[in-house]
T-cell receptor
Framework: GENVEQHPSTLSVQEGDSAVIKCTYS??????FPWYKQELGKRPQLIIDIRSNVGEKKDQRIAVTLNKTAKHFSLHITETQPEDSAVYFCAASNPNSGYALNFGKGTSLLVTP | NAGVTQTPKFQVLKTGQSMTLQCAQDMNHEYMSWYRQDPGMGLRLIHY???????DQGEVPNGYNVSRSTTEDFPLRLLSAAPSQTSVYFCASSNTLQAAFFGQGTRLTVV
């Protein structure tokens, strides 16, 4: 089955700095890669996603890049703010498993003022 | 729209008891799935469904059953609860190559 690895497990940055979280996946059939933000006690919320026919996608301060050959994808958050502090999860999915999500173990991001 | 609705929000069970976690979605999504979330383990897939009448196992299916008799509902059954099943459970639904929406979660404690 699919195996998704996520690094780092914790990340501390100062407000205004950039944050980068990296993930790798193992199943070449995976073709959809969402990123979720989860605040304490809340459900995961989608922040950005990318499909395998696209190399990069940007939404304001958030961007995701995908390298299909290397099977890795990354989340970039620029101009970080304290409200960006949360746990971030990457995931990979493919049609062979009903687009169910295979998650990385998460990155706890702390943005200090 | 309510989106994905899970009930109950909290539950305490005794070891050996059975129960059903309910999940319903009103977005006419094809795909539904169940995850459990444990500290340091991320979210792990329990079971998933690609449509009414079709289910399959995920990474951690032991001790859980599912069925999908309608497009809207995807209940998760714990057959004989064990302390190792203490966790937060999330249900999600989606369509092809689209974002999965999560329910608010069920916090289950087995004593």
């Amino acid at each position: 089955g699919e195996n998704v690895e996520q690094h780092p497990s914790t990340l501390s940055v100062q407000e205004g700095d950039s944050a980068v979280i990296k993930c790798t996946y193992s199943d070449s059939a995976s073709n959809y890669f969402p990123w979720y933000k989860q605040e304490l006690g809340k459900r995961p919320q989608l922040i950005i996603d990318i499909r395998s026919n696209v190399g990069e996608k940007k939404d304001q301060r958030i961007a995701v890049t995908l390298n299909k050959t290397a099977k890795h994808f990354s989340l970039h958050i620029t101009e970080t703010q304290p409200e960006d502090s949360a746990v971030y999860f990457c995931a990979a999915s493919n049609p062979n498993s009903g687009y169910a999500l295979n998650f990385g173990k998460g990155t706890s991001l702390l943005v200090t003022p | 729209n309510a989106g994905v609705t899970q009930t109950p929000k909290f539950q305490v069970l005794k070891t050996g008891q059975s129960m059903t976690l309910q999940c319903a979605q009103d977005m006419n999504h094809e795909y539904m799935s169940w995850y459990r979330q444990d500290p340091g383990m991320g979210l792990r897939l329990i079971h998933y469904s690609v449509g009414a009448g079709i289910t399959d196992q995920g990474e951690v299916p032991n001790g859980y059953n599912v069925s999908r008799s309608t497009t809207e509902d995807f209940p998760l059954r714990l057959l004989s609860a064990a302390p190792s099943q203490t966790s937060v459970y999330f249900c999600a639904s989606s369509n092809t190559l689209q974002a999965a929406f999560f329910g608010q979660g069920t916090r289950l404690t087995v004593v």
